[in-house]
Structures are given as structure tokens and as C-alpha cells.
């Protein structure tokens, strides 16, 4: 598919009201992305995965109150993972950034985790302390992407566990057309193959077993004749965030059509083995389209998941027993 002419790509730099970190463990293979809104942001959520880790996601459903959300979280480390929202809250905190409760000011923090104990060191998953200093990388302005923060531990094509998956990590995208920004963060960590949604080529996914190629884990998938558990360890979180002008319900919508870059470059996805979540923020009063907005947003996902894998796929790295993948 043709790229349009009026889509501009711009640094993450010149998005105001966001800031982005990271921080990992490397030799544990797990870590923290943190997008910090110190102005607040308006945030809807689309959930389609079946094992979603998350906290305070609620927060980000319409029917819920329409208070200002300060950051979203995306982790590595399962549900263990969770605690590092604490750290980012107390940043936060002494900032005094937070909702007033009139009593103290409570930063309100969604977060989001993925799957990776089966690579670096099951015993250590993300934190307090790694969320805080998230946080502080956020600081430095200087966004990176790959195996860092949450894509540290992602990988993809796990249909038969980490022996035949390959690695992936993080990814970023972000563009204009006129005054309105989009951009999009991505930790891939997916059940499923990745495809170029434009060309599409495979990009990443399961590997033939003798580790020679791809193998194709759609119809892999279809050979299995039974129910049976598929739990490989998976999830691919992301968020999208725009200066456009929206209601929390109108971000929920916006989240939905972001979906659409999931379906363009992961096959299969949204599964029960994965817990696929993507928040959608306002953080402007640029007036928008919310059609435009939305399909923009498919775009930069699409997008930002391509560099999430191709960042990665040359690179070799260990699971947990030492074996090397590719």
C-alpha cells in the first residue's frame, strides 16, 4: 500500500505534555516504559486479548469518572509486574502532580504488563524502583526503542514456547498531518507472526523447527484437532497518543480503530494466550476528525510495531536455560 503524501513523521520530541522512559534489567530481560502526562491526559482503552495484566484500567472505560490520567505504565513481568506503578506514582507525587482528593493529591496511573518470566530471570520482574526510574529517564527527553523498557523480554511466534520464537522489543512511531500529532508505543510480545502490513512479508514470528526460516504459526494453529492450553507467555501492549481534541468515550473509539494495526502486522492476535491492550490519550485542543484520528492511529501502530521486531530480528539473545535464539 502506497504511503500517503500528506502523513509527516516527526520526533516524539516535539509532542508537547508527553514525556517518555525507560528502564531495564537486561540480564533479567524485563523492564518499564513509563509516558508520563504531568498536565493530564484524557485516556480511552481497547482490550481484546483474553489474560490482560493490568491495574486501574478502569479508569480509561467511559462509564467510569472523567478525571485526568498523569501516566501509563507498560511493563514486563506479568502481573508481578504491577508494582511498578508505585514508583511512578511516588515521582509523581513529589511533584505534586495528582488528582486532589482534596486531603493529598493522588497521581491516577494505569498500566499494562506482558509476559516475559521464560527469558533473563523469572525472579525478577520490574518494580518500584524500576518504575521510578522510568521516570526519571523520561527527563532526558531523548526517547529509545528496541530492547529497552517493556520490549526488553518481548518476543514473538511462542506457539511452541521460547525454543522456537524469535526476539522482538519496543516501538515507537509518531506523525502529523497539519496540526494534528499522532504517535504510538508498542511492546510486542505476541503469540502470533509479525507482517508488514503494507508489503506483507513476515517480518518475525515462529521458526521452522530446524531453525532454518519461518514456520506459519496461523496454520500451526489450525492443525490443533482439540481444545488445549496455549499459554506461551504473551502480550502485545501499546498506547496511542494524539493532541487532538477528544472525550474519554471518544478515546475508547479511537483505541478500538488502533486495533486495526494489530490485525495488519500480527496474525494470529488477540487470542486467549495473549492479553492484548492499547490505551488511547488526548493530551491537546488541536480539533480533529475523530475518523481521521483514528484511522491515523492503525497507521502509526502498524507502524511502530514493524520497528518493534525489525530493531530486534538480527540480534541474538538467551532464554532462561542459555539457549541462543535468533
Known sequence: MEKSKIVQEI?????????????????????????????????????????????????????????????????????????AADGVMRYLEERGIGYDTGVAKV?????????????????????AEMGYA????????????GSVGAGCGAAVGKLYGMGRAMKS??????????NLIMAAVVAVNALGDIFDGDTGEKLAGLRAEDGCGFADTREELYKISQSRDLFTGNTTIGAVVTNGRFSKA????????????????????GTMADGDTIYAASIGETEADINVAGTLAAEVMAEAIKKAVSQERDE???????????
Open 250 to 269: 471518544e478515546m475508547s473509539k479511537i483505541a478500538s480503530m488502533a486495533r486495526n494495526g494489530y490485525a495488519r502486522c500480527i496474525n494470529p492476535v
Open 107 to 127: 497521581p491516577l496511573v494505569c498500566q499494562s504488563c506482558i509476559y516475559d518470566l521464560g527469558v533473563g530471570r523469572a525472579d525478577v520482574r520490574p518494580d
Open 169 to 178: 522489543g519496543l516501538g515507537v512511531h509518531a506523525v502529523k498531518i497539519g
Open 134 to 145: 522510568a521516570c526519571e529517564d523520561a527527563e532526558k527527553n531523548c526517547l529509545q526503542w
Open 316 to 326: 541474538a539473545w538467551k532464554t532462561a536455560d542459555g539457549k541462543i535464539l535468533y
Open 11 to 83: 520526533s516524539f520530541s516535539e509532542i508537547e505534555g508527553l514525556r517518555i522512559g525507560n528502564a531495564q534489567d537486561r540480564e533479567a530481560a524485563t523492564g518499564v516504559t513509563a509516558l508520563l502526562f504531568e498536565r493530564g491526559a484524557r485516556v480511552g482503552v481497547d482490550v481484546s486479548g483474553g489474560g490482560p495484566a493490568s491495574r486501574e484500567t478502569r479508569l480509561a472505560e467511559p462509564l467510569t469518572a472523567d478525571n485526568p490520567i498523569h501516566a501509563i505504565v507498560l511493563s514486563g513481568g506479568s502481573a508481578f509486574g504491577l508494582a
